[in-house]
């Protein structure tokens, strides 16, 4: 099935530190969505894209929408303990009218006071 | 702010139980969702739902599991006869709209459903 892959799977970093994590892809999507959960929690929609090179800042996070459409990043700057959690990126497949998300597997961020 | 909520927060039920789940999706949303996580693991879709019929479906979602919205807030999920591989989070998600640039989703906090 189609597959979206995360990296890093987790980091760890100090409190004040910026971030950055990326979602790839071999097909195309038309939308990337940015969600971070915390444990026991529904997915919070950070960002979301639409546009082939789109950047899109939300307080201190940033996301693009890579050219290929077939990726897309996440900077965090100045991290701060309550970003600690996971980060998804989902996507529609282009071709989709249903609405579908495809998941990627996550990148667990943990956050040093 | 308007929000998907999800009812129960967490059910236990034995093999072979019948469980419906939940769900009062974003008031203007027209497009309904049910995701499901097992733990650990990532979101996975189940079904979606436009217009009063399923658009789409996945394989996990076989003879087992159906969805309805009984009625003008409600969206439900039911599995008729529970298996342990069933446990897992399900999350319900609404939006505008179900492709092109209005299918931001919204998600609920979730119902942990426990098959014993």
């Known amino acids: 099935g189609q597959q979206l892959n995360q990296s890093p799977q987790s980091m760890f970093i100090q409190e004040g530190e910026d971030v950055s994590m990326n979602c790839t892809s071999s097909s195309i999507f038309n939308t990337w969505l940015w969600y971070k959960q915390d444990p026991g929690e529904g997915p919070v929609l950070l960002i979301a894209?639409?546009?082939?090179?789109e950047l899109t800042s939300n307080g201190r996070l940033t996301a693009q929408f890579g050219i290929t459409r077939k990726d897309s990043f996440l900077n965090i700057s100045a991290s701060i303990p309550s970003d600690v959690g996971i980060y998804f990126c989902?996507?529609?497949?282009?071709?989709?009218?249903?609405?579908?998300?495809?998941f990627g597997q996550g990148t667990e961020l943990s956050v040093k006071p | 702010e308007p929000e998907v909520t999800q009812t129960p927060s967490h059910q236990v039920t034995q093999m072979g139980q019948e469980v419906i789940l939940r769900c009062v999706p974003i008031?203007?949303?027209?497009?309904f969702y049910w995701y499901r996580q097992i733990l650990g693991q990532k979101v996975e879709f189940l079904v979606s739902f436009y217009n009063n019929e399923i658009s789409e479906k996945s394989e996990i979602f076989d003879d087992q599991f159906s969805v309805e919205r009984p009625d003008g807030s409600n969206f439900t999920l039911k599995i008729r006869s529970t298996k342990l591989e069933d446990s897992a989070m399900y999350f319900c998600a609404s939006s505008h709209g179900g492709s092109g640039g209005d299918n931001e989703q919204f998600f609920g906090p979730g119902t942990r459903l426990t098959v014993l």
């Open positions: 989902a996507g529609p497949l282009f071709y989709n009218q249903g609405g579908k998300l495809i």
């Open positions: 894209l639409y546009k082939a090179g």
């Open positions: 008031s203007n949303h027209l497009y």
